[in-house]
């Protein structure tokens, strides 16, 4: 699950025996998920090489962006994998960051700022798994109080921090090139993945994503992992927010509407699948890094922020219609319209 | 849920079984809040509205919420088969309202009406077929497929116009449309209503409303019945982007002017009066009926909102709980019938 998966190119390159290949490209496509991702990466990288190489050499920039979407994806990844959604994460950083910035004091400001993303994690899973509501649902009520919650906070405009230098600081490269956000990201990244890979706790969450009631019977405690999950992404959100404000020295209210769908993209192109089971987070990793690029190159190109969601929520679209069961519904669907007179199909 | 029930009446001591009549008695109660509560909530809150909010019971204040409730209901109307066929929601309708606006004020004045309707029926149809090959051929998830239409629609809408407003001629049928009144209705009302009245008929009548009610309730029964289940959620899209497209006309004509940010907030205002009115959003159950309902509960709670002077933020704050609080009802009362 978590190594590369082999480039497309390879995969052409067996086409000698047609059926061998077929079965083996099927196999390969079964057992991998981040193989969409490699590609996008692929096209992305060789895209911007080619028209805009800068995009490179400001690699800090590009790094940056890659690094704010690819950790609010992390976040998704756990509550993804458990076969929910978390679609408050982008009011969530919203809320957060302004909420650090009502403080005087960063030192106050800040954990009250990723304690509000835990809370706002507990209330998700308490609608989800207390109450019984569609995690789609309860999200969403949560993502549009809580943008409403952002404007209330904040009086409806950007609210400067109160230590404007530690900002300006936050920004400043410490080790090497890394600014302090990728640092944060790669230790989320290194945490995250060891924590689902090789923490039980963590692999309980493909078990319940895979099979909530195979994972309940084999006593797993579901609703504590689903708990768990939905404050791993509220917390990882706030912190996204944390920095985002901290980095751009002042909390927008407005902030994060771009960075949802771009996070969603990445982490369902990353082949996180939607029902619930499987992915990777090096899958979101590879996602969040063709998705930032690419933003990063169209905009140092001179797109219109515009132009840019529409490339974005085309991504969004064909990733969520590409993965594996999407590809084999929509194959069922042309059967069944082919031998329609032949009676009901079996389940299936 | 009913082993406990047994065990209750027969072991328990007199308190747990209190306990129990109590927790049954509020699930009764959520159960019947959820099918009838709307019209009580309906009533008080106008009854409220009136004696308390200023300047609510006036003629231009009671015009003006129709005014603004018509293209919100039309919409509400549409996205109800999408709701009812078991797929949460539209989201995209954000994008289509202010496309069919614009498409409506900007092409009539260059090329005349009868184009601008056909432009915005095509466009229409291409939103309802994107969104329903997309969920109901490839089975993708609704709320990530719609939101993506809507970044898409929504940033073609602006890349095209640049985020410029259209004004549309000050005489024209447009405007006549906009500004004819009857008494205190708005034509845009009696559109409004004969809408409902239309979709709800189309929904309780006709093999397709059935087959859409069947489908959000049993997917697999539905399937192995042998109906052609893409064909009915593309067919649920459609009615919704019909009805985001009607409710742009409405919205573009009530002001005689289009901008590509009008329709901000539609997704989840409709979303609420479907969910308010009693329409499940676990599919299945609901009628354009009682979407009508709640159009006129939600638009009423908003008009209060404005008229007490809270913000764009505290109404999203107070819209957005009332989603959360009236599917948190709903799925209490199922619990409460699954037991």
Known sequence: ?348 | MTERATTASTHLPPAAEIEQELEETAFKLSEWMSQQGIFIFTAALILFATLFIDGFASLPNITDVFNRAAPIGIVAAGMTFVVISGNYLDLSVVAQVATAGVVLIAVSNAAGLPLAILVAIAIALVYGLVNGVAVGIFKANAVIVTLSTTFIGLGMLRWLTGGSIYFGPGDGPIRLFGSTRIGPLPLAMIVFIGVTLLLSFVLTRTNFGFMVRSYGSNREATRLAGVNSGLVVIGAFTMSALGAMLGGFVLAAFSNTAVSAMSEGYDFRALAAIIVGGTSVFGGRGSVLRTLLGVVFVSVLTNIMVLSGWGFGLQQMAIGLLIVVAVSVDALARKATAA
């Open chain 1, 1 to 348: 699950m978590t190594e590369t998966s082999t480039p497309p190119a390879q995969q052409v390159g067996s086409s000698q025996h047609a059926d061998g290949a077929v079965a083996r490209l099927r196999t390969i496509l079964g057992r991998r998920t981040e193989g969409r991702a490699v590609a996008l990466l692929g096209v992305v990288l060789v895209a911007t090489l080619i028209l805009e190489p800068v995009v490179f050499t400001s690699y800090e920039v590009t790094l940056g962006r890659v690094a704010l979407i690819g950790l609010v994806a992390l976040g998704l990844t756990a509550v993804i994998l458990m076969g929910e959604l978390d679609l408050a994460v982008a009011s969530t950083l919203a809320v957060s960051g302004v909420i650090m910035a009502s403080f005087d004091s960063l030192l106050v400001g800040i954990p009250v700022a990723l304690a509000t993303g835990l809370v706002i994690g507990m209330v998700n899973a308490f609608f989800v798994i207390v109450v019984g509501i569609n995690s789609f649902i309860a999200t969403l009520g949560m993502l549009f109080f809580l943008r409403g919650a952002a404007f209330v906070i904040s009086d409806e405009a950007p609210v400067r921090i109160a230590d404007i230098d530690a900002g300006i600081a936050f920004g400043r490269p410490v080790l090497g090139p890394l600014t302090p956000r990728m640092l944060i990201f790669v230790v989320a990244f290194v945490a995250l993945h060891i924590f689902l890979t090789r923490v039980r706790v963590g692999r309980e969450f493909y078990a319940v994503g895979g099979n909530r009631e195979a994972a309940y019977d084999a006593g797993i405690p579901v609703a504590r992992r689903v708990f768990t999950g939905f404050m791993i992404s509220g917390f990882v959100a706030a912190l996204a927010g944390v920095i985002n404000a901290l980095e751009r020295t002042a909390a927008d209210p407005t902030a994060g509407s771009s960075v949802l769908l771009a996070s969603f993209a990445a982490a369902i192109i990353g082949g996180v699948l939607l029902n619930g089971g499987r992915g990777s987070v090096f899958g979101t990793l590879l996602g969040a890094s063709s998705l930032g690029i690419l933003q990063v190159a169209l905009t140092l190109s001179g797109v219109q922020v515009d132009v840019q969601n529409i490339v974005i929520g085309g991504v969004l679209l064909i990733a969520v219609i590409t993965d594996p069961n999407s590809l084999r519904a929509a194959a069922g669907s042309f059967r069944a319209l082919v031998r329609s007179r032949s009676g009901p199909q079996p389940p299936g």
